[in-house]
């Protein structure tokens, strides 16, 4: 396969603008008719929606720590017909975890650097001027051996803050790839894992065609589209993922929407077929499911509605009866006895395992886990490795069920969140990404 040339956008941190810049960039090359991939690296499971409205194309994660080579090769093939590549890293350029997983740390240059990417460095300018320069000079030469195309500068205050930057790149030999002045308009809204959903956005569209409008008008496409370039993609017979059944139903609402694209796309690629439901919507899953998979997503946010939803509840507990349900993070709550919201209200949930969370008091669990299985769960053996990502802030107050797997985090340490089975039901609280392949 000959990959299409491409480029990633990061950042130095986390709120620089670099998501702007990525829906942005995604319009306009699209809105000239070009094919655009979209890709994510890193775990987030909220941008590749945002992606996918913007570029018309489903966006897949790119994940170093969670993902083998064999992985890593079928999901960049998903990219095959495309005319350019753009990605979108995450947190800072060179951010990951201490210890290497699959194949790195879970950085995003790890991600640029094995595709063959150039970076483009969206830099937050406010407060300074040709010191700007000495940031972006440190972040190009940190890895001499990632390709850099150069940066964009982000919040300019003003045409004398834009020329005193401008020197300071010029000095430091640094591209300069565009300039966006400030505006307080441009920012998506948000929530406590981030960006709220793009399902939820009350006018993504009309946002996303003004931020592509701003691109366009302050930053060099043409320039862009010339420092794309990519690695060649070597021979693979490797495949995404298999599905866990032939027949799925699968939750797919406001409060249950967190799946890894690439999962779904393996699931449907080797023959599954994905029967949608909306809980909210008091829909039962399909009565000829094999499996019913209640992904993450915001159930302590509709807890009422769900606990209100009879014939969903109805409809799970029948299935649960005698064929398999599985639930992740938000849908591992909803399987459980009580989910107790932010007010102290408790909500009687499906009560297939014995699982209480609490939202009361909130505590922040965010990282890696791998997990060595103890029990079989939909599409894998006892004793199988996975490998996810756990992102949530909810407290555990019972977990009496036997416990799933043994799970650490990427340093290795023991979490509490084990996950559950009781008879055909299992959970966890972490999104499954791939299996392990040590």
Not at 387 to 407: C, K, N, W
Request: charged content about 20%.
């Amino acid at each position: 396969m000959i990959n299409p040339p491409g480029l990633l956008i990061s950042a130095p941190s986390s709120g620089t603008g670099k998501t702007t810049v990525m829906l942005g960039l995604l319009r306009a090359l699209a809105e000239d008719g070009l094919a655009v991939q979209p890709f994510k690296s890193g775990p987030d499971y909220i941008d590749p929606a945002f992606h996918r409205a913007a570029a018309g194309r489903a966006s897949f994660n790119m994940d170093s720590w969670a993902m083998h080579d064999g992985l890593l090769d079928a999901v960049a093939r998903q990219a095959a017909g495309a005319d350019i590549v753009i990605a979108e890293g995450s947190m800072g350029l060179f951010d990951g975890v201490a210890k290497p997983g699959e194949t790195g740390h879970g950085s995003s240059a790890e991600t640029a650097l094995r595709m063959g990417w150039p970076v483009v460095l969206v830099l937050d300018v406010g407060g300074q001027a040709q010191s700007a320069a000495a940031t972006a000079l440190g972040f190009r030469s940190y890895n001499p051996d990632l390709p850099f195309a150069g940066v964009i500068l982000n919040r300019v205050a003003s045409p004398r803050h834009e020329r005193l930057t401008r020197l300071g790149m010029e000095r430091a030999g640094l591209p300069v790839l565009g300039v966006l002045p400030r505006r307080g308009d441009l920012t998506l809204p948000e929530r406590h894992l981030g960006l709220i959903q793009a399902v939820e956005h009350p006018d993504l569209e009309t946002a996303i065609s003004g931020y592509a409008a701003f691109l366009r008008e302050h930053v060099d496409l043409d320039a862009l589209r010339a420092a794309a370039s990519s690695r060649p993609g070597g021979p693979s017979s490797a495949a995404l993922p298999r599905p866990p059944a032939q027949r799925i139903a699968l939750a797919q609402d406001a409060a249950f929407s967190f799946t890894y694209p690439h999962l779904l796309a393996g699931w449907r690629d080797a023959g599954a077929e994905i029967m949608p439901f909306s809980p909210l919507q008091d829909q039962p899953p399909a009565p000829e499911a094999d499996l019913v998979w209640l992904p993450g997503g915001y159930p302590e946010l509709h807890a009422g509605r769900i606990a209100a939803a009879s014939r969903f509840l109805a409809g799970l507990r029948d299935h649960a009866a005698s064929r398999p349900v599985h639930g992740e993070c938000g849908g591992y709550m909803a399987l459980g006895e009580a989910l107790i919201d932010k007010a102290g209200i408790r909500h009687r949930m499906a009560g297939l395992i014995g699982l209480v969370t609490s939202y009361e008091k909130r505590k922040f669990h965010l990282g890696y886990r791998k997990a060595m299985l103890t029990t079989a769960m939909p599409g894998f053996a006892a004793d199988a490795a996975l490998r996810g990502h756990e992102f949530h802030y909810s407290t555990i107050l019972e977990q009496p069920d036997m416990p799933l797997a043994d799970v650490t985090d990427a340093e290795g340490a023991t979490v509490a969140e084990t996950g559950s089975k009781r008879g055909n039901v299992t959970g966890t609280f972490f999104h499954l990404i791939a299996e392990a392949s040590r």
